[in-house]
């Protein structure tokens, strides 16, 4: 009688052993899923954030572009917004020597 209980006890203790690993691999695997789908996600969002950046940069360089076609030869020093011009003279606005503009760009 002894020793049916022993090996009862023994298949008792040797199944839930087996069940409690089982149950860990499980978790693991769970665990690993969640964390590619997390990782995807992080991904997909960096592109999306890329995309927005660069978007943005793009606009940013297509209005300077822009900017820059209308840049004069000369500006008030005072930075008046009257003071540009092509030709030298005095800024409409304060009355001061236009001077050369660092940023003009010969149009030639």
Do not use: H
């Amino acid at each position: 009688m002894k020793n049916i209980y022993r090996i009862f006890t023994l298949m008792f203790i040797t199944v839930i052993v087996f069940f409690s690993c089982s149950e860990e691999q499980k978790e693991k695997k769970i665990t690993a899923d969640d964390t590619t789908e997390n990782i995807i996600s992080d991904k997909i969002q960096k592109i999306d954030s890329l995309k927005i950046v660069q978007t943005d940069t793009l606009k940013k360089s297509q209005k300077k572009q822009k900017k820059d076609l209308s840049i004069n030869k000369y500006i008030c020093p005072l930075g008046c917004k009257k003071g540009k011009s092509d030709i030298k003279g005095t800024c409409p606005e304060c009355g001061m020597e236009l001077i050369e503009n660092p940023d003009y760009i010969s149009k030639k």
